[in-house]
């Protein structure tokens, strides 16, 4: 094998590994903390929205009480999973094979939102109460997320140890210009993440408990893609200018070059 094929083969492998571990959960996991529940809000300025969910079955029933069954050896009713998040307002796109992790089975569900603020009427997500909006001329997005579903008693030998965390992640279309979140471990402020996310944790056990969690973020009224397509749009017009007045400029000095040339 020569040292081009294997480093198109080890470029192949690398594709495949990540790949998979997106497939099987969002990639923070590879980062050492175990998250036992996560929710990705993909919030446009108009109210509507992507929310992926990645979670295990017991969290599902614990944090939210939905009717199926935890068991890492039960059958995945898939179907209970998409009827619990469909309603007027949300479509499930996708629900996807479990993995597994530590005995559980996860799941991922992708959900489209047509607006954020009924949100709480989904019973998945009647948690929390959202919000969006203008304020002194910024776009303000809050998140309030209360009591979980969590019955004692209800959830036998899950395997749970007290690592385990839940995210709140918020992907933003424009650019923040404040936030609340801060580092589970620190205590210290969060920057921006690439790609303008922001996250929120909090301990398993704190979110069984119900502890609140309150997210707010203000960002600018125009977003990012806008202001790029416009910039684009600019440096396009600005081209053309340019190139108009190069060919205006060319034709006159020829038509000057060949008066003067005919000139007796």
Not at 1 to 24: D, E, F, K, Y
């Amino acid at each position: 094998m020569s040292p081009g094929q294997r480093a198109a083969l080890l470029a192949a492998v690398l594709v495949i590994l990540l790949s998979g571990s997106t497939a099987c959960g969002s990639a923070s996991n590879l980062l050492g903390k175990q998250y036992e529940y996560e929710e990705d809000l993909y919030v446009s300025l108009d109210g509507s929205a992507t929310l992926v969910v990645n979670a295990s079955l017991p969290a599902l029933v614990a944090l939210r009480g939905l009717p199926i069954d935890p068991n890492p050896s039960g059958r995945i009713d898939s179907a209970a999973i998409r009827a619990a998040y469909s309603s007027p307002i949300t479509r499930v796109t996708r629900v996807s094979p479990p993995w597994r992790r530590k005995g559980r089975r996860f799941v991922q569900v992708r959900v489209e939102v047509s607006d954020i603020r009924r949100l709480n009427t989904v019973q998945p997500f009647s948690w929390s109460r959202y919000g969006l909006g203008q304020e002194n001329g910024v776009t303000v997005f809050t998140q309030h997320v209360g009591g979980s579903a969590f019955k004692a008693g209800t959830l036998q030998s899950v395997g749970w140890d007290g690592s385990e965390i839940v995210a709140f992640r918020l992907h933003l279309p424009s650019k923040v210009r404040w936030h609340n979140s801060r580092d589970l471990v620190t205590d210290q402020p969060n920057g921006v993440a690439r790609g303008n996310i922001l996250g929120w944790e909090q301990h398993l056990t704190d979110r069984l408990d119900g502890q609140p969690l309150d997210i707010r973020v203000e960002m600018e009224s125009q977003s990012i893609l806008y202001r790029t397509l416009w910039l684009f749009a600019g440096a396009f017009a600005a081209a053309v200018a340019l190139l108009g007045g190069l060919i205006w400029w060319t034709v006159r000095k020829g038509r000057r070059q060949s008066a003067t040339t005919t000139t007796p």
